[in-house]
């Protein structure tokens, strides 16, 4: 690409960039632009969470190709290109094959070579990297640095975009267990139901509450209460699907909406969700413990059904499994007939 064609591109991206156009495709327009403008085969963001770097905005190559899940792929900031860009602001790979840093994933697409500038001058928050599948295609110092450039006006965008999804987490998820909370389940839940009821798919809530739960309160203080709702939500995140909405409903009530899920299948949510559970082994000082978990299962299946009818109903059989001595599964199906 000639020096003119270059420079027109980058103010293009510039442009657009500054027009908001990211928003209408999670970056991919731009960053195909960002591909084309380093004749390369491919651009994407990474964002640091924690001791890693997720690929959360992606080029149409890279997400078209189905390498990975943007929100579970990840690659520790200390083994990447990501920490050796730090020092300079970029960092250039032009044998990534092999490359002691390497990423198997993106060795296994033929990647061979990379570009790595980093977002956030004096607190980097991530990345803005472009790749070449091509041989004996290195990229240039002039690369980097143009880059670097891109990714200095692309950092200040970027963060605010993550700080508005941090203040938006904040509104909708339980600030103890990181699980959704009644407000999200609520208006969240409710729309689901609607598009049951258009579409015609089935819906199914389950109901946890924690056995005995006042009991760790009264003897071991609410510290030691607030390690088991956090363990118990890690289980109960663990042992769903990405389309189901977990939330903490309340103290130590748990709810499970789930979408496209017939009544078999969320009795089968349910005793894993159990089962897990009370593997957990819990020590408070010098004391053992062992904690289960009663549920109710409510399913809609072709009917008129609203969010606070499945709750009550999965709420009634819940007491029924307590009454009948606590750790189990029981059903209450509800279905209206036309």
Aim: charged share 30%.
């Amino acid at each position: 690409m000639r020096c003119e064609e270059k420079i027109e591109k980058l103010l293009t991206i510039i442009e657009k960039v500054a027009n908001k156009e990211y928003e209408k495709d999670n970056w991919r327009g731009i960053l195909d632009m960002v591909t084309e403008l380093f004749e390369a085969d491919g651009a994407a963001i990474g964002e640091v969470r924690g001791d890693y770097l997720y690929y959360t905005k992606v080029s149409s190559s890279v997400a078209e190709a189905g390498l990975f899940d943007p929100e579970e792929f990840k690659v520790p900031v200390w083994w990447s290109a990501f920490e050796e860009a730090l020092g300079k602001g970029y960092i250039i790979v032009n044998d990534y094959q092999n490359y002691e840093r390497s990423v198997d994933a993106w060795k296994r697409t033929g990647l061979r070579a990379k570009v790595v500038a980093i977002l956030g001058d004096k607190d980097p928050f991530g990345s803005l990297s472009v790749g070449r599948l091509s041989p004996g295609k290195p990229f240039t110092e002039e690369d980097g640095k143009i880059l670097r450039s891109l990714a200095f006006i692309f950092s200040f965008i970027v963060r605010e975009e993550i700080e508005k999804r941090r203040l938006m987490e904040k509104a909708i998820k339980d600030h103890l267990t990181q699980l959704y909370n009644r407000f999200y389940l609520e208006e969240t839940g409710s729309r689901e139901l609607e598009r049951s009821q258009r579409y015609g798919f089935p819906v199914s809530l389950i109901l946890f509450d924690l056995d005995d739960f006042k009991r760790i309160n009264d003897e071991f203080g609410h510290q030691a209460g607030d390690t088991v709702l956090i363990r118990f939500a890690q289980v109960l995140r663990s042992s769903v699907r990405g389309t189901d909405i977990p939330a903490r409903y309340g103290g130590e009530e748990f709810v499970l909406l789930l979408p496209h899920t017939h009544k078999e299948e969320a009795i089968t949510v349910a005793e894993r969700v159990r089962q897990r559970f009370s593997k957990v082994r819990f020590r408070f000082g010098e004391t053992p413990v062992q904690l289960t978990v009663s549920a109710g299962v409510s399913s809609c299946e072709g009917g008129r059904c609203t969010l606070e009818e499945l709750i009550e109903q999965a709420d009634k059989a819940m007491y029924e499994a307590k009454r009948k001595g606590k750790n189990r599964v029981e059903v209450f199906s509800y279905k209206e007939i036309n």
